[in-house]
């Protein structure tokens, strides 16, 4: 199992893939946090779910996101150009390097979330400051947006990688990640709020300490996408381990 963390690990340094998610995620952070601390009126802000709301979806969604694609891009990469049949080769027993990739793919995950969630409460805070806003924020809300952010992420890199091991495609699962955590959540949340509280990435929001209509503590809701994480992987395991390597 070690040679098989040191393989994905050394993947992940000796491509550009992981600085090219991490460059566009840091810099997408930077601009919806931006755009959201200047764009919403200052009594929007003045409250502590406001000025959540900002560091929020400027750091967890966006961070969450990438360590998604992160996590779908690990195994679809290896399918779109043909390593994964030496990877086989190499290690013949397939749950061990789904085993690998989870692992890796979690702990870079929570790292991509830190990142994220970290340049949001500074550069939200900051632009807050700017604005004259007095932060209502504590220190004790600072780490669990830090900390929740970064679980959040980790456990959406499961998500991811039980995608893109169903679908194996890397273009069907990384729009099918932008489709859902961009566009039908926030569907849902406007249409059938009851419902939209159990969704994924409303529980990410939830982790990071953002009420979320009549939802869950950060803890419950760690927990609900922890078993979507473990549904995502269980889901994806057969996939790998039962089905012909095109």
């Known amino acids: 199992m070690r040679a098989q963390l040191r393989s994905e690990f050394a993947k992940l340094r000796s491509t550009r893939t992981i600085l090219g998610l991490s460059a566009a995620m840091l810099g997408l952070v930077l601009l919806v946090t931006l755009l959201h601390a200047f764009s919403l009126s200052t009594t929007d802000l003045a409250s502590r779910s406001g ?7 400027g750091g967890e969604l966006v961070g969450a996101l990438f360590a998604g694609l992160l996590g779908a891009m690990s195994l679809t990469g290896e399918f779109r150009h043909g390593t994964i049949r030496p990877t086989f080769l190499v290690t013949p027993r397939r749950g061990r390097v789904i085993a690998a990739k989870t692992v890796a793919s979690t702990l870079t995950g929570f790292v991509l979330g830190l990142m994220a969630t970290a340049l949001a409460a500074a550069a939200g805070t900051l632009a807050l400051a ?4 007095t932060v209502q924020l504590d220190s004790g809300n600072y780490v669990v947006l830090l900390v929740g952010g970064a679980a959040a ?25 932008c489709v859902w955590l961009l566009f039908i959540e926030n569907l849902l949340v406007d ?16 982790i990071t300490g953002q009420q979320t209509g009549t939802l869950h503590t950060p803890a419950l809701a760690a ?24």
């Open 51 to 57: 000025q959540v709301r900002v560091l929020v979806e």
């Open 130 to 133: 700017a604005r004259g806003v």
């Open 153 to 177: 992420a980790s456990l959406w890199a499961v998500i991811g990688l039980g995608l893109g091991a169903i679908v194996r495609n890397q273009v069907a699962a990384i729009v099918g990640l």
């Open 191 to 206: 249409s059938l709020p009851g419902v939209s509280r159990y969704a994924p990435g409303v529980l990410g929001r939830a």
């Open 223 to 246: 927990l609900l996408l922890v078993l979507y994480a473990a549904a995502a992987a269980a889901a994806g395991w057969p996939a790998i381990t039962r089905r012909d390597v095109d």
